[in-house]
Structure formats: structure tokens, C-alpha cells
């Protein structure tokens, strides 16, 4: 609805854009940075996705986009305050797949469209958080995410300078038909001292 203001009546967010505004705003919960098997992404922060709703500039970006066959999407990033944190999450309703036999919980992989989020700066790159489902009490870490469809790379301490964010696919999409997919990217302060 804040967005429908904002925008203009009948001009409605995605599904997966909603999903990705509750996830990329979401308070840390949990012992460890990022998503765990006992908390998910975290406690749902309204106030945050409105905020991030209204501003939408140089700082927090909502991208709506698509991503064809064989193509990579980059968006350049600038970060103009020393320590930040830069936060890309991604999300997509990826096309159905082939249910799994009936079992307790399969390790089937499921993905159709297998997107990939990635951040780089020159000849660095940060991936995604990856939890494994062998080891559920483990805390995330970070690596190439085969599993979801949701993705989201976080970088504590940023430097300031331009960064850029990339969205690219694995194998063939399905019918080789574009791919639709959410893309918020967002600069925090870090945390005061003692947090």
C-alpha cells in the first residue's frame, strides 16, 4: 500500500519484492549473523521496509527486474561512509519444479532458475550466506548458494568506494525465457561502538 501511494494507484510490488523487503529489512535475531534454521532472516521490521520504500536513492535501491538467457545484470554501488555495511538480497519466484518422492526432509535440490548474487570490487568478491541442512545448528556461512531462492550478501566494514553488485544465472533458464527477480541494495551505518 506505501508503495501504491508513493507510485500511483494500481502500481503494485511483486510478490518476490515483498519477500525480499521483509528479509533485507529484518532485525537480527539469533546467535550468529544471518539466516539460521531457528530464526530465519530474523523479526520483521516494518518501519525499516517503509523507509527503505520512501527513499529508494543513492543509498537504498528496490530494482524490479529480469534477467535473460546467458546475460549478466550489474549494478554499480557507491559507498561514501567508511565502516558501512552494504547489504544486496535477491529474490526470485523461480518456476515449479519436480516435487520430491515423499519423505522427511528431502535433499532434493529443487531450483529451476538457480540465480546468483555476487558483490565485487576489483579483483575482490563476496558470496551469499549458505546454510547446511546436514548441519542445522550451525551457524551460516557464506559460499555458492545451489539450494533457494533467496540470496543475500552482506558486507560488514565496507570501504568507501564503488561496488558493484551482480546477478547472473547457472546452466540454461527454462525455455530460455527471462527470468523475473527483486533486488533491494542497501548502505547502513555500522552499529555504534559496544553492540
Known amino acids: 500500500q506505501h508503495w501504491e501511494n508513493l507510485n500511483g494507484t494500481g502500481n503494485y510490488l511483486r510478490a518476490a519484492t ?7 529489512t529484518a532485525d537480527e535475531a539469533g546467535p ?3 539466516p539460521d534454521y531457528a530464526f530465519g532472516w530474523g523479526l520483521l521490521n516494518t518501519l525499516s521496509a517503509a523507509e527503505l520504500i ?3 536513492d543513492s543509498e537504498r535501491m528496490l530494482i524490479e527486474d529480469a534477467l535473460t538467457e546467458n546475460v549478466t545484470d550489474r549494478f554499480s554501488f557507491s559507498v561514501t561512509s567508511p565502516d558501512a555495511i552494504l547489504t544486496a538480497t535477491l529474490v526470485w519466484a523461480d518456476p515449479p ?4 518422492a515423499p519423505s522427511l526432509n528431502p535433499t532434493d535440490l529443487m531450483l529451476v532458475n538457480d540465480l546468483d548474487l555476487r558483490i565485487s570490487r576489483g579483483e575482490n568478491s563476496w558470496m551469499p550466506w549458505v546454510l547446511d541442512p546436514a548441519n542445522p545448528q550451525m551457524a551460516a556461512t557464506t559460499g555458492d548458494n545451489i539450494r533457494d531462492n533467496v540470496e543475500q550478501v552482506r558486507i560488514d566494514d565496507a570501504d568507501s568506494c564503488s561496488y558493484t553488485v551482480e546477478v547472473s544465472h ?8 527471462a527470468q523475473q527477480y527483486s533486488l533491494l541494495i542497501s548502505v547502513d551505518s555500522p552499529p555504534p561502538s559496544g553492540e
Open 54 to 56: 520512501s527513499a529508494n
Open 32 to 34: 550468529a549473523p544471518g
Open 170 to 177: 547457472k546452466g540454461d533458464l527454462l525455455d530460455s525465457q
Open 18 to 24: 515483498l519477500k525480499a523487503l521483509a528479509i533485507h
Open 97 to 100: 519444479g519436480t516435487p520430491s
